[in-house]
C-alpha cells in the first residue's frame, strides 16, 4: 500500500517519506517528527496490530 501511495501523491508534488521505523516505540516517532520537522498526514501500517489480533479469531470458532 506504501507505494501505491506514494506514486498517488508524487505528481501532486506532495513531499513524501516512506519509513518502515516501528512508530509503538516512543523515541521513533520522536526522531522521525524531528527529522522531517512537520507532519501533515501520517499513514500508519497496522499489519502487525492485525495479525496479533483479527488473524487469530477465525482459530475460536
Known amino acids: 500500500m506504501g507505494r501505491d501511495l506514494m506514486e498517488l501523491f508524487h505528481p501532486e508534488r506532495a513531499d513524501l517519506l516512506a519509513d518502515d521505523r516501528d512508530l509503538i516505540v516512543p523515541a ?3 526522531s522521525l517528527v524531528a527529522e522531517v520537522a512537520r507532519v501533515d498526514v501520517l499513514i500508519a501500517n497496522l499489519r502487525a496490530m492485525y495479525e496479533a489480533t483479527v ?3 477465525h482459530r475460536l470458532a
Open 55 to 57: 488473524s487469530p479469531l
Open 28 to 30: 521513533a516517532a520522536e
